[in-house]
């Protein structure tokens, strides 16, 4: 007994050494940036997903707090929904943090009907013939996860089961609900006082993507040509919160990401109420009316719509012949590449926005028709070249910068303004690397791959066969057109001068002059694979 009295003194002790955190709200965010990057799985072929973004964003929020002596509970209101909690970093106070936790439940019917178990509301129903409104008070007896049945003076009943129209209010929202989501820590401060910490996490659904407007100097696919190229940021931002007025930085390149953000972020939920009805209604009174539909998908099931464009027009202009209000500037970052927007933006809650990051008003290269005249793979039918623009990016030839992945669409000035011709997926193109973007298949320049030698002179324990490639050019002037040739680890070509390997190909560049044709010759022979 002595031991069991002792006991229960020491546990009385500690709970009065150990009282409950006093809870306290962190300032609205008084400096925001948000650092997006894009899905990393997505290939140059894929387009962003706006349904369904799973990319996501590096968020600093910079907030004032006021503690208390001791321990308290800090909550920070207004985080992105798709926070990944486990990424949280808060630095900026004195005792660092004990313990930080994620709400899982915001503001909504369930959650104030749940919150308000056992309390009292206040019903009102409005008679639908006279128009007269009769208020009650009652006492919530049961979850929100069922029929809602409410205690009033004259028994118990299921709401929405009498047949009139009825209106709960709720006095108070219950402690610990917010109608934005909230991420809290514990900490410590033996002194108190005020200090402006900055909230740091990863958040789940975010993308972004990069789309070019090249628009061709002057019409005519001539050897040389000159483009001017305007490139868009599209940002796409999928959670139900806004960062307004945000330091806004993009990073581009290939990370190697090994965790699953979507299942770590674990949104909050917006719980609906769903009322059922029971046979009996209630103890004075019942019906049986049907139940009412299923409620809508929370906000962040809903698609994001509109787009905002932060320059001096739209982008469905495609105009360059004004220098963009507002350009975003490369910088390095490790082997990936960041681009910082120079003004504070708004990237708004399920929304879209465009930002100017690249323009070029002279861009250098040349067009270069393409066609392939592989052994064994040759027959008597004339097909179109390939057209593409062909350039280097570095400085010379008047870009110089990395580019991101993302569409490219070509414009031609003429008689009537400016054409659509053309639109290529790109990969990312670092700084020095060739870039070569198909047009799709000419009109003026055509080939046809024959194989010259019969059958019995095939015949060998080395396949050979001489080739030949018809090439015509119906263009008034003079185009070069690249033939692949077979892929150096299966073919050994002889006959021609100037060969080289790319892209996996033997290629050769011939010249065929305006509205003429040109033949060339040359032999294959297939690689020993043994030797």
């Known amino acids: ?68 002596p001791g321990e308290s509970t800090i909550r920070f209101t207004g985080v992105a929904e798709g926070m990944v909690a486990v990424s949280a970093i808060v630095t900026g106070l004195p005792g660092g943090t004990i313990e930080k936790n994620r709400n899982a439940d915001l503001l909504s019917p369930a959650a104030l009907v749940d919150g308000t178990l056992g309390n009292r509301v206040r019903i009102t129903r409005t008679d639908p013939a006279t128009g007269a409104e ?17 205690q009033t003076g004259e028994g118990y009943e299921a709401v929405r089961c009498s047949g009139l129209p009825e209106k709960l209010t709720f006095e108070t929202i219950p402690a610990g609900l917010s109608s934005q989501p909230v991420f809290t820590i514990d900490t410590r401060d033996a002194s108190g006082g005020t200090y ?17 407007v090249a628009t061709f100097a002057e019409s005519g696919k001539r050897e040389d040509v000159r483009l001017k190229l305007l490139s868009w940021l599209t940002l796409l931002n999928d959670n139900g919160q806004s960062f307004p007025d945000a330091e806004l930085l993009v990073v581009a390149g290939r990370l190697n990401v090994e965790s699953d953000y979507r299942a770590l972020s674990d949104p909050p939920e917006a719980r609906p109420l769903r009322l059922t009805c029971y046979p009996l209604g209630s103890t004075s009174h019942g019906s049986w009316p049907p139940p009412p539909p299923p409620a809508p998908p929370p906000p962040a099931m809903m698609a994001a719509q509109g787009i905002v464009v932060t320059a001096s027009r739209r982008v469905a202009d495609m105009e360059m012949s004004a220098p963009v209000a507002m350009m975003a500037g490369e910088e390095q970052l490790g082997d990936l590449k960041l681009y910082r927007v120079p003004e504070p933006v708004t990237v708004a809650a399920k929304g879209l926005k465009q930002v100017a990051f690249l323009q070029r008003d002279a861009v250098k290269g040349r067009m270069l028709y393409e066609g392939y005249c592989e052994p064994w793979d040759a027959d008597d039918s004339v097909r179109p070249a390939r057209m593409l623009f062909a350039t280097v990016n570095d400085d010379r030839h008047g870009l110089g910068v990395a580019l991101p992945m993302g569409g490219v669409t070509f414009f031609e000035p003429s008689a009537v303004g400016e054409q659509f011709v053309g639109e290529e997926q790109m990969r990312d193109h670092a700084e020095g690397q060739d870039v070569e973007l198909a047009l799709g298949e000419s009109g003026q320049v055509f080939l046809k791959c024959l194989r ?46 100037g060969t080289v390997v790319k892209n996996g190909q033997r290629v050769t560049e011939i010249t065929v002059p305006a509205n003429s044709t040109r033949d060339v010759d040359w032999q294959a022979s297939e690689t020993d694979a043994d030797s």
């Open 134 to 150: 009769r208020s009650e008070q009652a006492i919530v007896r049961t979850r929100a996860d069922g029929g809602l049945v409410l």
């Open 196 to 212: 402006t910490v900055q909230l740091t996490y990863l958040a789940w659904g975010f993308d972004w993507q990069a789309h070019y």
């Open 452 to 497: 010259l030698d019969s059958e019995e002179e095939q015949a060998g324990p080395v396949r050979k066969a001489r080739m030949r490639a018809a090439l015509s050019n119906a263009n008034p002037f003079p185009v070069t057109v690249r033939l692949q040739l077979g892929r150096p680890s299966q073919w050994t070509i002889a006959g021609l001068r």
């Open 1 to 68: 007994m002595a031991r069991a009295a002792l006991l229960i003194l020491m546990l009385g002790l500690w709970s009065q050494a150990a009282p409950a955190r006093e809870i306290v709200d962190a300032s609205a965010p008084q400096d925001l940036a948000v650092t997006l990057y894009r899905d990393p799985n997505r290939s140059e072929n894929e387009r962003m997903n706006r349904d369904w973004p799973q990319g996501f964003a590096m968020i600093t929020e910079t907030r004032t707090v006021t503690l208390p």
